[in-house]
């Protein structure tokens, strides 16, 4: 197999070698040249040189090779020419990228006189009085020949350019005729578009054959520039060039470019055609650098990078605006943190101030309670020391032990009694901010009943409860609740205190009111009056000879922040019912 | 038809059962017998003012209270010793229920002795009280059983007249005034002019 492949190319090297030297004694120099206007008449152009050419080497066959832009670079990268006459755009790609050199630049024969330079005019009817100035082309239609036409487009590109006009953005429109460049001026006239663009001097070539008035139109932009005669917008650049690629001779290229050199306008068989010595396409490079085309066409990167370096100015603003956009979020964020942390550190500040204010008015609740304690407590302890003194005196008189049987489980019922008694006590002062906890309204209910009993008694109140079963266990300040249970009672108690025995009557009822419960304390006193009722939550309102007033106005705070109400109104039956409800738990414990 | 004699019966009135049970406890370990009372209304509903005791008597109580009860007593003139007892030192009261005649104002719990002493002496009291008041009765039916005129003799020989002055001021002889006298001592059970004396002073009539 391997072998095979050897046998294969060694009969393809033999080829190859058979080919190059039936080709060496030919000794052909090709000159590409731009097919601008078709290869018929590339060759017609150009046959001049080439024919100067073939009279100086006659060792060698000159052969033209008309060539497009694409096809020139696909020529030079291949080095298939050994010289190549193009325009000055072309030609300084060319430089770039395959390192040709040019060795002369064309003269042209322009309504008499010669130059190696060529420009454009922009131009306009003279008769459109809205267009006078460069600035005026802005919403305006440009007519050229093509995007690639050095002379036909990309100088006068350039003059726009330099004016701050993008033709492609700030215009209507631009719109390219094609060959030949007549067309252009044609249109112009027409009014098909509102400006064009052409090399310089065709318009006084078309003037002087007659076809067109130099006073119809109007030249933008007019420059002038000593020894060029045509009317002109733009700068001068040099003409085409005729070049030669890298691997060509330089011994050659010498003699090639001495023969053009001689070529003159009045020679024979030159034809108008010259060569003159080569001039710097320096300008060309500038000018594509600034237009950004052929080789200076940038890359997506390079068109962000140079878009960036352009608008510096608004990026770092931009940035900034970002960068501040940035630190006000982050400063905000931070702001609502601080705030949050602010709001439920003075919510936690409210809350326990809250708990400590309720601690202290339930300190004072009992103080007011404690001749009714006292009672609760003695009543055991006196019934404890009885039973106690009594079995002593029976154990002297030598009674069977079976008879203190029922005292001793006396003794041992009263301390129990007591005991809770101190127990409810404490759970009523103890807490001071206790936490949210499961409850139930009726257990706290009858607790402060309980802790009431003493002086619901001796007040000879007689207690009504209707607490409805089914209502669901609520998250809440227990202790909190019970203090507001105890504060309306005591409120009711005073209330009845100068109503006849017999006819005080408390009523205690908690219901269910759709998402909330309700709990009512009501009372068979007096009533208020709409003043007193009013004013019934204000702290320090209060008419009671004993107390700071301030149990109805805590209890209005608790049940506050518990997110329930509170409420006052007056019996139609006689006697006052205070209100207070509490939400139910969805179903969540907080 | 005097009970003065009977064994004392203590009453207590309080609305604490626990205290209510174990004061009876207490009063009965000493061998008194012990009536334990919910309520003012239910003692007044067992009330017998013959039988000689006491009666402890919370002074704070629903419906009547104890300084309620000690006043419907004395309307009905009773002399049952009422002690009161309290579970709070209350001055305003305590004296309140001495001005109607407390026997006692005792502060709840107190010393089981001095209790138990203070019911003994009250239970005393009455008994002393009860025979007084006995003796009057007797000594009213007495003086009833005297004829009108044997009244006026027997008024004038406890002042200290003669039979002579006593004949001339009733209009009648000497002799029908020592009729009568003799008729009045006998009567009234006595063997001295001081001794009717004494009872006519006792008894105002």
Redesign the interface.
Known sequence: MRAWLWIFLALFGIVLSGVASIAAPTASLTIGVLAWRGEEKARLQWEPTRATLQAAFPEYTIVLRPIGLKGMEAALAAQELDFFITNPGNYIEMEQRYGASRLVTLESVRVGAPAASVGAVIFSRSDRPDIRKLADLRGKTLLGVSREAFGGFQIGWGVLQQAGIDPFTDMAGVTFAGFPLDNIVTQVAKGRADVGTVRACLLEEMAQEGRIEMDDFRILNPQHVDGFDCALSSPLYPNWPFAKARQTNHVLAKRVAVALLKMSPQSKGGMGQSWTIPLSYQPVTELFKSLRIGPYTLSAGQVFREFLQRNKGWFLLALALVILAALHVWHTEFLVVKRTRQLKESQEKARLRLAELAHVSRQTTLGEMA?GL??EI??????????A???V??IK?GVSSKQLE??LR?IA??AE?AGRVLKRIRGFVDNRASPRKQANINALLTEAIDLLGAEL??A?ITVQSRLAQDLPPLSVDGVAIEQVAVNLIRNAIEAMAQQA??RRILNVISERDKTRLRVTIRDSGPGLDADALERIFDPFNSDKSSGMGLGLSISYSIIESHGGMIYADNNPDGGLSISFTLPVDQGNDE | MSTTDAPPLIHVVDDDEGMRKSLCWLISSVGLECRAHVSADAFMAGFNDKRPGCLLLDIRMPGLSGLDLQQVLQRLDSSLPVIFLTGHGDVPMAARAFKAGAFDFLEKPCNDQVLLDRVQEAVAEHRRLLAERDQQTELRQRINALTDRERQVAERVSSGMRNKEIAADLGISQKTVELHRHNVMDKMQVDSVASLAQIWAQVEI
């Open positions: 001749r006292a009672h003695n009543q055991p302890l006196g019934s404890i020391s009885n039973y003194a009594g079995s005196r029976m008189n029922e005292p006396e019922h009263q009694h008694r001796q000879d025995s017999g």
